[in-house]
T-cell receptor
């Protein structure tokens, strides 16, 4: 069964600190992995997209890594800001269908305190 | 920010009413999607469309229906709302070509409450 598991479920950190969010998946055949940021009451916004051959990709203070062998990904946030408070969702796409079906994790709820 | 819009943003309605959630995008994308998301849970695909006059049901069974008469417009309709339909509904689009999954752009969502 294609699944995406994220940990931790929630995380509280102080402003300025770094943190790392984890994502494990069983989706096969793998096409790409995305990290989205979803603010409360809003739609998800893409942070990074990585294909099979990419090990790391950065977007400002966000750095995603991918290990396709172990089917694990992480999202590292550097020097956190209050505006980083949101849900971070790991999404994996398969290449077994024309649609390229997306499998969503439940997200990690990050809270940044001043 | 992506040019995909949803209205209304919030809706509180009584049981048995017919409702239509609007979604429109100005990016010329051929693929559009509707997702349902409950608090703390993952997004579930309920409908999708490859293009005009193309609609398919997603992974999660839904009593809603959709139509795609114009490329930019993908409304979702509930003929008779029930409390079990209370949820957040997210519209997304991607494109322009078929094949491998491309970037999906999400709208702001509609928070529906059925009393």
């Amino acid at each position: 069964k294609n699944q995406v598991e994220q940990s931790p479920q929630s995380l509280i950190i102080l402003e300025g600190k770094n943190c790392t969010l984890q994502c494990n998946y069983t989706v096969s055949p793998f096409s790409n992995l995305r990290w989205y940021k979803q603010d409360t009451g809003r739609g998800p916004v893409s942070l990074t997209i990585m294909t099979f051959s990419e090990n790391t990709k950065s977007n400002g203070r966000y750095t995603a890594t991918l290990d396709a062998d172990t089917k694990q990904s992480s999202l590292h946030i550097t020097a956190s800001q209050l505006s980083d408070s949101a849900s971070y969702i790991c999404v994996v796409s398969d290449r077994g269908s024309t649609l390229g079906r997306l499998y969503f994790g439940r997200g990690t709820q990050l809270t940044v305190w001043p | 920010e992506a040019d995909i819009y949803q209205t209304p943003r919030y809706l509180v309605i009584g049981t048995g009413k017919k409702i239509t959630l609007e979604c429109s995008q100005t990016m010329g994308h051929d693929k559009m999607y509707w997702y349902q998301q409950d608090p703390g849970m993952e997004l579930h695909l309920i409908h999708y469309s490859y293009g005009v006059n193309s609609t398919e049901k997603g992974d999660l069974s839904s009593e809603s229906t959709v139509s795609r008469i114009r490329t930019e417009h993908f409304p979702l309709t509930l003929e008779s709302a029930r409390p079990s339909h209370t949820s957040q509904y997210l519209c997304a689009s991607s494109g322009p070509s078929r094949g491998r999954s491309l970037e999906q752009y999400f709208g702001p969502g509609t928070r529906l409450t059925v009393t």
